[in-house]
């Protein structure tokens, strides 16, 4: 089974990235890759510029690797209550080749943040959109307060009742 995962931030030092990576290794029997969102990146998207180049390759190539999914591990970054810039471009240049941009794969949708609401309010927009451009949302989590909740060394949630709670939702919906 195979299991793409991502944080929605092109930081080097993504808290969300970090904890798709987490998650997406406690599904068992995945194989797990982990997408860099920098390795996406793209002119800001408008339609001027894509009368001009067409369909960016790089858009194409984000849609092939959510295809060879089986299940998404999503986990994005709260930037001023919404989407991170960097998310959200690649986003708008996917959704103009497919609307389905995640393809009806199953999806575990998290997000995290230094503070205590833990991406509440871009979990809560992502929640209510993303199943409208295919994704098939199963289960959704948010870590708050990341710095005080997850181990950097051991690169896991270290607070065991939010643990808890990710390992039961996976073992439940994966």
Same mark, same amino acid.
Do not use: H, P
């Given at each position: 089974m195979k299991i793409?995962?991502?944080?929605?931030? %092109?930081?080097?030092?993504?808290? %969300? $990235? $970090?904890?798709?990576t987490y998650a997406a290794g406690l599904i068992e029997n995945g194989e797990v890759e982990v997408l860099d969102l920098n390795d996406f990146a793209m002119p800001l998207f408008s339609v001027d510029l894509e009368k001009e180049i067409g369909q960016h390759e790089k858009a194409k190539a984000f849609l092939a690797k959510l295809a060879s999914a089986?299940?998404?591990?999503? *986990?994005?970054?709260? !930037?001023? !209550? %919404?989407? *991170?810039?960097?998310? $959200? !471009?690649?986003?708008?240049?996917? *959704?103009?080749?497919t609307k389905e941009v995640f393809q009806q794969k199953p999806m575990l949708l998290m997000a995290t943040s230094p503070g205590t609401r833990g991406g509440a309010s871009v979990l809560e927009i992502a929640r209510n959109a993303l199943p409208r451009y295919g994704a098939e949302i199963k289960a959704t989590f948010s870590l708050p307060a990341f710095n005080a909740n997850f181990d950097l060394e051991k690169n896991q949630i270290s607070n065991a009742e939010l643990d808890k709670e990710l390992k039961d939702i996976i073992k439940d919906c994966f």
């Open positions: 793409i995962a991502f944080g929605g931030s %092109n930081s080097q030092q993504s808290i %969300n $990235k $970090k904890l798709a089986d299940i998404l591990v999503v *986990s994005l970054a709260e !930037n001023n !209550n %919404n989407y *991170s810039t960097a998310f $959200k !471009n690649i986003f708008d240049w996917s *959704s103009r080749i």
